[in-house]
């Protein structure tokens, strides 16, 4: 009976488990779509040097090589990533962008979890910590053109929709090979990061 018991907890915990992980290849595609949508956003815009042009492209490039394998684990259709790809090599930002809207529309970013309607004085003190301590040595120092800057972040946050700056924390703050693909930083501690950058000068 015990056995019974610790048999059906145990596999309770591994359908959790899955039903988990499966949420989080969710969530990351999503937030990669919308990340990419932004960069293609910005090249067709004109924005930033012909360095940081460079760096998005292949960031761009980049991404299209890992999303074949995000839309499976996520089992969504990895067909449109060709049209994506001829896109990218013509540098036509527009039909790239025209291309990723459907599967973005599909796999949509819920940024709910990370985006404080009213972030409390924790909340914020938190943020200011985390950013101070583990953030502000690269995102602070002044930035020129290069291939990959690291904005200030709060000015970053400002330029664009809080949902798309939101799926570039969860993206850009990556996990070490030892985390995997996690991201080291709770949902709780992203919200007071994102708090804290929105309200920062
Ligand atoms: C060792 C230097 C360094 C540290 C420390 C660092 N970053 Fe970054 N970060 C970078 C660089 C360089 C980039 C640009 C590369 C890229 O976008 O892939 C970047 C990119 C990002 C992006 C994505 C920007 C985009 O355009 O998509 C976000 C968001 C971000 N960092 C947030 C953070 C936060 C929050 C912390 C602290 C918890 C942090 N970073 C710590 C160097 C750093």
């Known amino acids: 009976m015990r056995v019974r018991v610790l048999l059906a907890g145990l596999a309770a915990a591994c359908c959790c488990a899955a039903v988990q992980a499966a949420g989080e290849h969710q969530r990351r595609l999503a937030a990669e779509l919308v990340v990419m949508a932004g960069d293609a956003r910005r090249l067709t815009a004109g924005a930033g040097g012909p360095q940081e042009r460079e760096g998005l492209v292949k960031r761009?490039?980049?991404?299209?090589?890992?999303?074949?394998?995000?839309?499976?684990?996520?089992?969504?259709?990895?067909?449109?990533?060709?049209?994506?790809?001829?896109?990218?090599?013509?540098?036509?930002?527009?039909?790239?962008?025209?291309?990723?809207?459907?599967?973005?529309?599909?796999?949509?970013?819920?940024?709910?979890?990370?985006?404080?309607a009213a972030p409390t004085p924790e909340m914020l003190a938190l943020g200011a910590s985390i950013h101070r301590t583990t953030c502000a040595g690269c995102h602070d120092a002044a930035g020129g053109d290069t291939l990959l800057p690291a904005f200030d972040l709060s000015r970053q946050l400002k330029s664009m929709a809080r949902e798309e700056f939101a799926a570039r924390l969860l993206l850009g703050v990556r996990g070490d090979r030892t985390t995997a693909w996690r991201n080291p930083f709770s949902d709780a501690e992203l919200a007071a990061l994102i708090a804290w950058y929105s309200s920062a000068r």
């Open 60 to 116: 761009l490039d980049g991404a299209l090589s890992s999303l074949p394998l995000l839309l499976r684990r996520a089992e969504g259709d990895a067909r449109p990533v060709a049209a994506l790809r001829a896109s990218l090599v013509r540098g036509d930002w527009r039909a790239f962008a025209a291309a990723l809207a459907p599967l973005k529309q599909r796999h949509a970013f819920d940024a709910r979890s990370l985006l404080a």
